[in-house]
């Protein structure tokens, strides 16, 4: 039935996501052109506030939870893992006073109402995956705004989207380029659950009535780890909340 109702509603759900893109897309630029960083972050987080709740066309639930007094005097490394395409809005979203920033592929800073101007703006990495020296480069940079300005990042450590749900192996490169810059970054778990069921049929028909849920975990000092330890330690606490085991 969620399949069958995908058919039907998948075409509502897409128009109202375009257009949210289309509409924002000009807004960014000019909160940016005429306003600067502030004014354009705050237009960020509106969009996808609306981004985020799209998911109401396709009768799917969100949930977002956090326990924890998470500091924003001090940066951030947010490491989660990957289902879909819809996992982000919703961590920019709920993860606005951290100003989380992302590691994206640099063809995505182009072509994209909304996303491409705001990976181009935002002060995220955008990095060339067939130049490992610039995709370095590209990272430390950030790590370094990070350091600057408290910002965070959100990487996804399996490197790739779990288009099954089942947890791929977390390395740990990115965790450890951003704290060689930023070494004094607090490492926080996000898992993410079933989010992969709305794309479980690809692009169309996406899938109705599921539950979505993001649930931040025990933060990692990472002082006196390496960041083997820390990537080891994020991994297993997102495996205990999706009960999946290192096979």
Same mark, same amino acid.
């Given at each position: 039935m969620s399949k069958f109702f995908g058919y039907i509603f998948s075409p509502i759900f897409y128009i109202f996501f375009g257009l949210t893109l289309c509409i924002f897309h000009p807004i960014q630029w000019i909160c940016f052109k005429f306003f600067g960083y502030k004014a354009h972050k705050v237009s960020v987080d509106v969009l996808n506030f609306f981004l985020t709740y799209c998911q109401?066309?396709?009768?799917?639930?969100?949930?977002?939870?956090?326990?924890?007094?998470?500091?924003?005097?001090?940066?951030?490394?947010?490491?989660?893992?990957?289902?879909?395409?819809?996992?982000?809005?919703?961590?920019?979203?709920?993860?606005?006073?951290?100003?989380?920033?992302?590691?994206?592929?640099?063809?995505?800073?182009?072509?994209?109402?909304?996303?491409?101007?705001?990976?181009?703006?935002?002060?995220?990495?955008?990095?060339?995956?067939?130049?490992?020296?610039?995709? $370095?480069?590209?990272? $430390?940079?950030?790590?370094?705004?990070?350091?600057?300005?408290?910002?965070?990042?959100?990487?996804?450590?399996?490197?790739?989207?779990?288009?099954?749900?089942?947890?791929?192996?977390?390395?740990?490169?990115? $965790?450890?380029?951003?704290?060689?810059?930023?070494?004094?970054?607090?490492?926080?778990?996000v898992a993410i659950e079933n989010s992969w069921k709305i794309v479980r049929f690809g692009m169309y028909p996406l899938t109705t009535g599921h539950a979505l849920r993001w649930t931040v975990l025990k933060p990692i000092d990472p002082a006196g780890k390496t960041p083997n330890d820390i990537t080891f330690e994020v991994e297993t606490q997102i495996r205990k909340v999706l009960n999946q085991t290192i096979s």
């Open positions: 109401i066309f396709l009768f799917n639930s969100i949930s977002f939870k956090n326990d924890y007094n998470l500091p924003t005097d001090r940066p951030i490394i947010f490491a989660a893992n990957h289902q879909s395409m819809y996992d982000i809005p919703s961590l920019i979203w709920y993860l606005r006073k951290h100003h989380a920033k992302f590691i994206s592929k640099i063809e995505l800073t182009r072509g994209i109402p909304s996303i491409s101007i705001n990976l181009r703006l935002g002060g995220g990495a955008n990095i060339n995956r067939k130049d490992n020296k610039q995709a $370095i480069s590209e990272i $430390i940079k950030l790590g370094r705004r990070m350091q600057e300005n408290n910002w965070s990042t959100v990487i996804f450590p399996e490197g790739t989207r779990a288009k099954d749900g089942q947890l791929k192996t977390f390395q740990f490169g990115g $965790i450890a380029t951003l704290l060689k810059a930023a070494p004094n970054a607090l490492v926080v778990p």
